[in-house]
Structures are given as C-alpha cells and as structure tokens.
C-alpha cells in the first residue's frame, strides 16, 4: 500500500533552517510527483513546491522562491525539503503529498510534520 | 498567486444538500481542468474527494460531485451526513508547474 511517512516534530529558532523528510513506499517512486504543502495553526492550505523524483526537477510558490529547496534521492525513495532563514510566520504542519498523475489530484498524504519556530 | 476564493463557512441538515463555491481567475480555474477539491478533519491529513473538476477517486461517496463554470468551481455535497462535517478546500493548477489552494470553507452539519 501506498504509504508516505514524514520526519518528527522539530522546533527551532529564528534564522535557523529546518530539513524534512519525506520516504515513500508502495508505489513506483519515480513515476509520480511530491508536494509540499503547509498549514499554519488554524489556517488554510498553502502549496509550496513540487518534485518529480524522475529528474530532480522543482517547482516552487513565487513566495518561497528563493528560501526552499526540495530535493529526492532515489536509492532510499525520499524527498526532502529545505527551508531557510525561518521566522515565527514558518511554524505549521508541513505535508509531503503524491500526486495522482493528473496535475495535482494528490491522492495521498504523508502525516505531517510540526515545525516550530520560536525563540 | 493569489489564493483561491471560498466561502467562510456553509452548512445544512443532514439529508440536506450544501454547495462551496472556489472562485479563481482565467489564469488558474478559468484555463485548466485541474481542480481538486479536498477534505480536511481535525487533526487529519486532508484526503482528495474531487479530482479534475469532476472525478471522484475509488472510495468517495457519489453524494460528492464537482463542476467548474468559467473562473469559478463547485462542490456539492447531497444526503449530507454528519461525518461530512469537515473543512473543505479547492486547489487548481495555475500553469508553470504551481498550485494555488482556496481559502477553506468550514460545513457545519447542523
């Protein structure tokens, strides 16, 4: 079964950075690809990037252009993203997602990961 | 890219019938039929109950359908029932490999 499994909770501190990881299984790794999606407490949903795990190539939200980076290893299956120079305005539950193949029908979903930054 | 528009909050009582609009521009609802709609329970991972306007995946009751009308796109929920009290969410490609979700919209079962 398809399955999706994100790193644990980290809290950091502002101006620091924060790597999450996101190991997929159940599925051809290659053939689909990864978003990345966030939630403030109490917010809506916000995309950030996507993957395709095929050829490394990303595409991020104008607004974290620049501050994110999202990157796969194929030999473990796993995407993982950066995010830098995080403030307050970061902490939220951040979800890895596949995508179903037909331009962003993500049809299952990591568990997410609470980041928070505070000092 | 701006967000997806939503209504706040919607609701009905169960066997009622609700609709959410998610409202977007000629450069993300207007130009593709890439909308996805999702549901999202507390404390949960959100799961897709539309997908492409109007597909239900394997598993979504067919009380949920979707339909899109120039800029603006539509779920509707028939027969609610008290487990499709639940925050809902649309999403839309927006060209050039991005997304852009709605705001959120809060079905109270009442």
């Known amino acids: 079964q398809v399955q999706l499994v994100q790193s644990g909770t980290e809290m950091k501190k502002p101006g620091a950075s924060v790597k999450l990881s996101c190991k997929a299984s159940?599925?051809?790794?290659?053939?689909?690809?990864i978003h990345w999606v966030r939630q403030a407490p109490g917010q809506g949903l916000e995309w950030m990037a996507q993957i395709n795990p095929r050829d490394n190539e990303a595409n991020y939200a104008q607004k974290f252009q620049g501050r994110v980076t999202v990157t796969r290893d194929t030999s473990t299956s796993t995407i993982y993203m950066d995010v830098i120079s995080l403030t307050s305005e970061d902490t939220a539950i951040y979800y890895c997602?596949?995508?179903?193949?037909?331009?962003?029908?993500?049809?299952?979903w990591g568990q997410g990961t609470l980041v928070t930054v505070s000092s | 890219q701006s967000a997806l528009t939503q209504p706040t909050s919607a609701s009905g009582s169960p066997g009622q019938s609700v609709t959410i609009s998610c409202t977007g521009t000629s450069s993300d609802i207007g130009r593709y039929n890439y909308v996805s709609w999702y549901q999202q329970h507390p404390g949960n991972a959100p799961k897709l109950v539309i997908s492409e306007v109007t597909k239900r995946p394997s598993g979504v009751p067919d009380r949920f359908s979707g339909s899109k009308s120039g800029n603006t796109a539509s779920l509707a929920v028939s027969g609610l029932q008290a487990e499709d009290e639940a925050d809902y969410y649309c999403s839309s490609y927006a060209g050039r490999g991005n997304y852009v979700f709605g705001t959120g919209t809060k079905v109270t079962v009442l």
């Open positions: 997602a596949k995508d179903g193949g037909n331009y962003g029908d993500s049809d299952y």
């Open positions: 159940g599925y051809t790794f290659t053939s689909f690809y």
